[in-house]
Each structure stands twice: as C-alpha cells, then as structure tokens.
C-alpha cells in the first residue's frame, strides 16, 4: 500500500493592511491557497479568534505592529492556547522591534524571518517600493531606513540585471542612496563586480523629492491625475459604481485596474482632461464602424474572420463605457464652482499674486465646507510660490484653523513650517538697514523665469510641452531632469534652445542641493536592445519585446545593418512621484530619439497623500 500524502498545514495569514494591495499585484490568493494559506486576517490591536493551529504574521518593522502582535499572541496565552507563530518582517528584520517583542515577553514563541518584497511592477515603464510612508520618513522625520531599502532594491537589481553603466543624481537623499550601495557593492568580491557585465540600463538617475515639494501639491489635470485627485488609485486599482462596469447595483464598490492591459486607458491616461471626451467620442465612433461590418457572409471564412475580432470589440465596447462613465464623474468635478475656484487661485498664486485675507477668508467659507488637507494645500502653494507669508496674516491663519479643527493641529503647522511648505515671512522693518526685497529674497520666481515653469500658451489637446499637464506649469522635477540629463525640447529653427544655457545650470546649482555623478570605465556590455525594455506587470520581472530585423526577397544573401542601441535611462524618485509626472517624462521620452525612460519610485503620491502624514491625527496634545 502507498503511504497517505502528507497534508499540507492550513495557515492563518495576519497581515499589515498597507502590505495588501502590493501582494495582490504579485501573487494571487489562489497561490497562496495552494501553498497552504487558508484565510487572510488584518492585524488589529486587539486578539481576533482565528482558529487554526499555525499563523504567519507578516509586517512591516514597526514599533507599534510589535505591539499588536505582542497582543494577539499573549491573548491566546491567556486562554491557554498554544499556536504555531511566524513572524516575517517586510523587508527587512528590525533588531529594535525585536527587543520589543522580547519586552513583552512573546519573542520566544516567535520563529522570525524577512521578505525582501523589493521593486513591484505598477506598469510597463513604472516599478514602485509601494512604501507609503517613505516620504514621512525621510523628509518629516528624518529617518533613512526607507532609503536604505531602496539602495538595497537597487542593488538587487544589479544583482539580476548586470551593473549600471552610470549612477547620477540630484539632493541630498540621492547621496545618501548612492553611498549606500556603494558599502552594499564593497560588500561583494571586487574582481567578480568589476567584470559583472553591464545591464539594460545605461544610466541611473537619483532624484530628491525635497527638491521639488511643489508640484505634489498642484492639481494634475491628466485623465490619470484626476483619476486620483477623486478616486484615489491604490496599488493601480480604483474603487468605482458596479454599474459602471455593467454589474449589478450594489452596497458595495467594484475594483477596477488602470494599467496598460486597458488599451484605451493607455490612449488617454497621459492626455489633459479636456481632450478626453472627443477622444471617447472618436472612439466610439470607430468601435460603432466595426460593429456595422457585421452582415450576411456568404462563405464561413469571412464569419470565421469577423468572429475573430468580435471578443477584442467587445472588450473595447466594455472598457469605453467604463471609461465614459469615470469620464463623466470627473467632467461633474472639473466643472463645478468649488473646483474651478481653487484651481483659478492655484494658477494666480502660481503667477505671483499673494496671499490675502480676503483669499483665506473665502477659502474657510466655502460651501460645502472644504476639509482640511484642501484648505493647507492652496496655502502651502501659495506660501511655497512666495518665500512665505507675511506674519500677522499667518498669525491669523493659523488661529483660525486652530479654533476650527482643534488645538491638535499646533503640530501641523509646526511640521508644516519645518518644510517650509508653510511659513511666516517677517514683515521688513523700516527701522533696520535696508536689505534685500520680498521679491529678491523669494526663490520661487528666479526658478519660475530660469526654468521656463510658467507658460502661457499651452495647447492642451496636441501639446508641446510638458506645462500641458497642468494647464500653464511645468514641474521643477521633471524640468531639471530634463535640462540636466535629456534635453529634449526642439529650437524652433535650427541651433540649441535658449533654456539650455548656463545661467539655468547655475541656478539648478544653486537650489537644488549636491549632484551624483558616476560612471564605471569600460563596461562591458551586457545586450543592447533595440526594442523597449518592458517592466512586467504580471511579474518582477525585465524583458524585452520582441524584434528581429526583416529580410526582403532576394537571389543572394542579405546584410541587415544592426539595430540602432536604444538609451535607457531609470529614473529613480526618492519620496514618491505624482501620475502627473510619470506623464510628462513619457512625454519627454517621445522627443528624444531612440530614447526610453523608466520610473521607479518609492511609491505613488498627490497632494493629499503628502500632506496627510504631515496633518496631525493625534486627539489630545495635553
């Protein structure tokens, strides 16, 4: 008689929620069924009951989680319940929280590991950490274990893909990451990463997002940008009406993604909004053509033709429909007072007018009342465009918020005033030595007439420049990126564009901190590819598609010339990039020739994300 298989154990899954949605775009939960994982808990502060024998915790290393899974785990002892307990931090182990779990007294029930879950395919261009508390990290608090995983997620990436041909970089975080992977790379043996073929990548770039915290806060008029002003897209999926998606009405919200796989949203996710609707329209029309090809075949291999193409119509006919009723939503937003007031004081702040009372007295009264993030964002612009605002009106500002949502938000501000995001700028003084101006000392417009921020003539429906995405601006970010490493805008009439000149270089020199700049001698090349490299979004994975030269007809034998080498740079974000963003540098790729772009990121953020960390939740201050 064969003996019985063994059976696999059932395991409880008690996870972070925040690490949720980025294993969902890596694993399926019917893989993880088949490898034992019966059911999926969210780690609370309180025990839950779970009833099988072994539980797989898995958390990010933070102080208060320990405390959470110090609770379950001694609530069960309580109960004289003796489990099977794994603790797996993600992504790394964390000694500190480990003598914290010793303090409670429930290390010793514990076995421990990590999960290196490192860089997660968004897209076919953009990798992302999904850490959503790296900007809070490194810039509010100053603490660089983010920037440690990422070095180290870089690093791997040299591990499977061959070393980078050049590492440059902007900021402060950018030194940082780079001397990171340097002590990761001294590490290693020497002779072996030296002779380590070069990757895909030609160049690697580092940017700090304290260089540029403005452009997070302005609002992003792309379809995608929106997308996430209003519905907030999580780990690439929005929550939306079932009957958007033809199902049946429910209680509850329907999941849809927004990737590539989606076609159209492919076609317009990097569009300004206004051009949107025409382009559905267009659509269609075309998907009504298709339609109207169907007749009375008179042989079954014209059906079986048309048959063919019948599923692929009617995934275009589904996805449209959705994608008109989103188009809707956000067209009622876009439209109404409330946006298109705030959205006219982002622009006039943005062009130089000042913050007034007046301003701020209306902002508090609109109705319905705006909560609070909205009311801090148009004024962190504001103060942000102008060196600050002047004392006694900030005085004012921050007494009136104080009184209307609590005494809690005295750490807002101070946080806040800590990023010079929102500031007070002391009135001059007459009786002191005449010094420099308002004007000369705020930075804002020298970078706005340098950079080429702000431009008046935009068309937004066959646009030219990157300022479409915002209706009139143009990201500092993706404007430095763009004159330091790309330089992709065309003169009008033969010769270089007058942005690129030194004076820009000085001024970039001059705001934005330290460079990186690395370049390794005489790499040896791993492949070049002709055809884009793709970021799976099925899998961690790199690939390329496929390309092979073709060959005409002909009596004697072909000599096909190589392919011309594509230039891949990576664009790394260290802090989070907006959608808005990841446009415009898709847009700067399109310029450049035989040129691709890639983004990889810490994670995806907007105005709201930023500033949330940085609005203090904390009930009681006394």
Known sequence: MKPEPKKKKKIALVSEPSLVGP????IEFKTLKEHGVDKVYYLSGQRQEIE?????FLVPPRFELMKSVAEQISGDLSFNIRKNYFLYFVPQRSLLCERILEQEGVFGFLKLGFF?????PLDTDVISLQNSSSFKETVVEHDFTSLFHLARALDRLQNFFGKFKAIKGKGVASQYVRQVMKNLESWKDQDAFDNTPTSLVNQVILFDRSIDLLTPLCTQLSYEGLLDEFFQIKNTFIEIEPTYLKLASSVNKAKFPLNSNDKIFQEIRDRNFSSVPLFLSQK?????????????FDKIEELKKFMSKFPTMTNDHNLLYTHTCLAEDLGKNVNGTTFRRLFQLEQEALSGREMTREIFDELINIKPTLNLSKILRLLCIFSYTHNGIRQPLFDHIRWTIINLFGFKHITTFLSLERLSLLKPFPEPSSTLTRGPSFAKDNSFPSLAKGLELIVEEVDEANPNDISYLFS???PISCRVLDYLYFKSRKPSSGGLVPFYNRNVEDLIKQHFGPSVEEIYPNPKLLATPAAPVILSAS???MSTTPSGPSRSPSPGPVQTPPAIPRTITMVVFIGGVTHAEISALRFISKQLDNHQIL?????IISGNTMLEPLISSQDDLL
Request: hydrophobic share 40%; glycine share 2%; charged share 20%.
């Open 472 to 474: 009139g601006y143009a």
């Open 539 to 541: 899998s961690p994975t």
């Open 284 to 296: 269609a029309k075309t998907i009504s053509e298709n339609y109207k090809e169907f007749r009375e």
């Open 23 to 26: 294993l969902n775009l890596i």
């Open 52 to 56: 099988l024998d072994t539980v797989l």
């Open 116 to 120: 290196p879950l490192d860089f997660i």
């Open 599 to 603: 983004i990889a990121t810490t994670n």
